[in-house]
């Protein structure tokens, strides 16, 4: 079966402070593909990132970086510098081997940045 | 502009009453998806469909059903018999199987 954790119901940061997200999932698939969306207040979710089980180097777009690693089972998240429009939840999710490969997503983690 | 557009942005049941949401593609993907996202929840999976004239039920399709008749279009109804319908309702798209989800921006339905 498949899993994913977000452990951080909300986070309050202020801005220009950097705060990881943090992502835990299970799978007994050697191949998978984990993501990140972000749900801004108007609802939509926006994709941020695809990386699977093969690729183990972190990535970095701008102020945002991902860390992988597969020995802890982990996909976590790290916003630099944050910003008042990076206030969102954010949602990790864990592609599906059946079901259409539709994606089985964690609870997601609140982000408040504040002034 | 390509993309995924959904209606109504809002939409209120009576009780006993059937509802139809909305969700167009012009993106040519051949995966559509719906999803129902509860509050503090994670998104679930209702129904999907890899191509046309062929969909499937997800983990919660109880009580809501889907057609696929052309490729853009993928509605979603809300039958009297879902007991709990008030959620946000989106609506996902990819290019295939497996590709990357694009979402709409999502039908808030209310019941009155």
């Known amino acids: 079966a498949q899993k994913v954790t977000q452990a951080q119901t909300e986070i309050s940061v202020v801005e220009k402070e950097d705060v990881t997200l943090d992502c835990v999932y299970e799978t007994r698939d050697t191949t998978y593909y984990l993501f990140w969306y972000k749900q801004p207040p108007s609802g939509e979710l926006v994709f941020l990132i695809r990386?699977?089980?093969?690729?183990?180097q972190n990535e970095i777009s701008g102020r945002y970086s991902w860390n992988f690693q597969k020995s802890t089972s982990s996909f976590n998240f790290t916003i630099t510098a944050s910003q008042v429009v990076d206030s969102a939840v954010y949602f990790c999710?864990?592609?599906?081997?059946?079901?259409?490969?539709?994606?089985?997503f964690g609870k997601g983690t609140s982000l408040l940045v504040t002034p | 502009d390509g993309g995924i557009t959904q209606s109504p942005k809002y939409l209120f049941r009576k009780e006993g009453q059937n509802v139809t949401l909305s969700c167009e593609q012009n993106l040519n993907h051949d995966a559509m998806y719906w999803y129902r996202q509860d509050p503090g929840q994670g998104l679930r999976l209702i129904y999907y469909s890899q191509i046309v004239n062929d969909f499937q039920k997800g983990d919660i399709a109880e009580g809501y059903s889907v057609s696929r008749e052309k490729k853009e279009s993928f509605p979603l109804t809300v039958t009297s018999a879902q007991k709990n319908p008030t959620a946000f309702y989106l609506c996902?798209?990819?290019?295939?199987?497996?590709?990357?989800?694009?979402f709409g921006p999502g039908t808030r339905l209310l019941v009155l």
């Open positions: 990386r699977n089980s093969f690729d183990e």
């Open positions: 999710a864990l592609r599906r081997v059946n079901s259409g490969y539709a994606l089985n």
């Open positions: 996902a798209s990819s290019m295939g199987a497996g590709e990357t989800q694009y």
